[in-house]
Structures are given as C-alpha cells and as structure tokens.
C-alpha cells in the first residue's frame, strides 16, 4: 500500500514543494496541510507506539494480526477521536474466528465488503485496477476447483471458511452459547490455567454439575503469589467443590505454596492427557452438554483448535497462529476437576453421573470427528 501511494505521488509528475510534502522518508511522509503518513510494522506492544494517535488506520492481512494487537495497540490509539475516525482492516480470509472474521461479519458498525467476487471484477476493471481478462481467467479457475474447496472459497471467492482441519466447528461451539448466563448452581468446580510466557493470560474458568461454565478470572502480568490470592478469595467466595491447575511450570507453586487451598488437582498437560481432556470437551460440546457465557475470546479460542494424529493415532490439539489456548485449556481443567469430583463421589457406581443440560448417546471420539 505505501508503495503505491508512492508511485501516485511519482505519477504526478510534480516536486515535492508542489505536492506540499514537507517530510519524506522511506516511512514517513507529512504534508504542509498538515496530514501525516506513517508505515509501521504492526508492534506486539502498546509501549511502541506512545505518542501516535492517529485518525485513519489501514490494516493488511488483518486475520494474521492477534485479537490482543488489536484491542491493546490499535483501537486505544483512537482515543483522542472518539467515533470520528476510521480502520480499516483487509484480508484474506483465514478461517471463522478472530478480529477481522467478528467485525466482518458480526459488527453493524463497520462497512464491510468483498472484494473478490465475480460481481466485483467488472467494478475493478471499469477503475482500472484489475486486468480486462480477470473475470475470463477466474471462471476457468473455477473449474480446477470443487465448490467447496476451503482454497477455492478463501483466496479466489473471498468467503470465510473452516480452514486445516478445525476441532470444533464454529457451529458446535456456537449452539452452545448463552447470552443469559445462569447462576452456578449445586456443586461448582474450577479449572485454573496459568500463564506460561508474557502473551499468555491466567485464566480461572468454573462448570456446575449442570454443564454451567463461567469466567472467573483472565489476569495478564500478574504474580504467582497475587494469582494465589486472587483463587482464595473466589474459593471463600464460591466453595469449589474442586480445583485443577495446571501443574506445568508455573502452576505447580499453586499447587504447593497455598495452605488454604486443600481441594485443588494438579494436572500434568502431556498429549495424552490433553488429549483425553480435549475429547471430553468436544463430546460434551456435541451434545450440548455445556452452557458458554457469551465470551468472545473464549468462543474464539474454541474455534481456532486444530487437531491431528501422531504417527502412533494419539490425537493432538493445538491452536492457529495469531490465536491462544489459555481459556480453553481452563475449561478443560474445569471439566477435569468435575470429572474427578464425580468420579469420587459415585464411587462404586458402573460409571460417573453426569449433571448434563440434555441426554445424548455416547459416540466415540473417532466417530464424531467423521462428522
């Protein structure tokens, strides 16, 4: 984009002193009207951009930019402007989830529109920024691909679609949000997923016996004796019938450093643990089993699991580039910690009660995922 706002100006055929342009660098140009210019690569840091407030924002390949960039770096620095300013954010799809995917299509307040559609090509050829034979050439196009192809559909149709091979369509994730989120009733357990590096967050996330989940706690940059502290207050607060963390790196101290906390789990993630977690998960999200709060983040994250098999068929889950795994992993622990609980508490019984919102058959893994 700055090249060719390079090559407008070159184009005019006149000097800069004509242009009015007072400042000109390879990413800086200021006109004596005082309209400036700025290219930046995107910074992973609010602290970066200090001082820059801006009133038009461009955003390229704005699905392979973080919800974090966005909420931190970009949209603070509209501060000055209120609603009178504008971002715009272009992409190619990359699957249904994140920032560009919510605003494209969930946000009345931004003007969206696609630009690689059939209807589209004759307007671009009329402006003259796409070649005469476009449209001729696309149409063949369309006949090396299937209709459905996630390629075909992304980067020649523009259309947001499930791209790798997602663990949990949106739709499954989706049917399982409340926008009315109930109390947590009977016995509450809580899954508590620490912070591993400066991008990730603590998460404290808690399920009732009915399947009722809620967000306790989401801390950045916080201590481990502060985090400590904060799960004994929800503790006294709540009375967890449970309580699993994740025993990696830093979540072992939860486990060990607290004298008021007796009832907690420490979990070791290794992949088949995960596994076996990430599984129940997806069963009990299936069979709408789970009430979500109405969370974007945490709907995102679920959304942007991929999975795969090892060469000796142990699933893995991971998550997509850009995305983070904090609030699902919580969930998981959650789910873990009321497993456990129910599992002591039947004790005896031929297998676990389970507190679920609706009744459904119990399908092996392998045979949900050829769903």
């Not at 709540?238 to 979540?251: E, N, P, Q, R, W």
């Not at 904090?326 to 873990?336: G, I, K, P, R």
Request: hydrophobic share 35%; with cysteine; glycine share 6%.
């Amino acid at each position: 984009m700055w090249e060719r706002m390079e090559r407008h100006f070159r184009n005019t055929g006149l000097s800069n002193e004509q242009l009015g342009i007072v400042t000109d660098n390879a990413r800086e140009k200021k006109l004596d009207n005082g309209t400036r210019a700025i290219c930046r690569p995107l910074p992973q840091d609010a602290d970066s951009f200090r001082g820059k407030l801006p009133k038009v924002v461009v955003v390229d390949e704005g699905a392979l930019v973080s919800e974090e960039v966005f909420s931190r770096v970009i949209e603070p620095m509209f501060v000055t402007w209120g609603y009178n300013h504008e971002l715009i954010v272009m992409s190619t799809p990359r699957g249904k989830s994140g920032y560009h995917y919510r605003k494209f299509t969930h946000d009345d307040s931004f003007e969206s529109f696609t630009a690689a559609t059939p209807d589209f090509i004759p307007l671009a050829v009329d402006a003259g920024v796409v070649d005469p034979t476009a449209a001729e050439w696309l149409a063949d196009k369309a006949e090396e691909y299937d209709e459905n192809d996630p390629v075909w559909l992304t980067e020649f149709m523009g259309q947001f679609a499930e791209v790798g091979d997602p663990f949990l369509p949106r739709a499954t994730v989706t049917s399982c949000v409340q926008q009315d989120q109930p109390e947590l009733t009977g016995s509450v357990f809580a899954g508590v997923d620490m912070a591993l590096s400066g991008d990730d967050a603590t998460v404290i996330i808690a399920v009732d016996s009915q399947g009722h989940t809620r967000v306790e706690s989401v801390v950045e940059d916080d201590t481990t004796p502060a985090i400590i502290s904060r799960l004994e207050r929800l503790q006294k607060a709540h009375s967890y019938a449970g309580i699993a963390v994740d025993a990696t790196g830093l979540g072992e101290a939860v486990t060990s450093a607290s004298t008021n906390l007796t009832n907690v789990e420490p979990v070791k993630f290794t992949s088949r643990t995960k596994a076996t977690m990430y599984q129940r998960l997806k069963r009990l999200l299936e069979g709408e089993e789970l009430s979500l709060p109405n969370n974007d983040r945490l709907v995102n994250e679920l959304v942007s699991l991929t999975y795969d098999f090892t060469s000796s068929g142990l699933l893995q889950i991971s998550h997509s580039s850009g995305s983070h795994d904090d609030m699902s992993d919580s969930l998981c622990l959650a789910l873990e910690a009321r497993s456990t609980g129910e599992q002591d508490r039947y004790r005896g019984a031929t297998k676990p009660v389970l507190g679920t919102i609706k009744k459904r058959e119990t399908r092996s893994f392998e045979t949900l995922m050829k769903q």
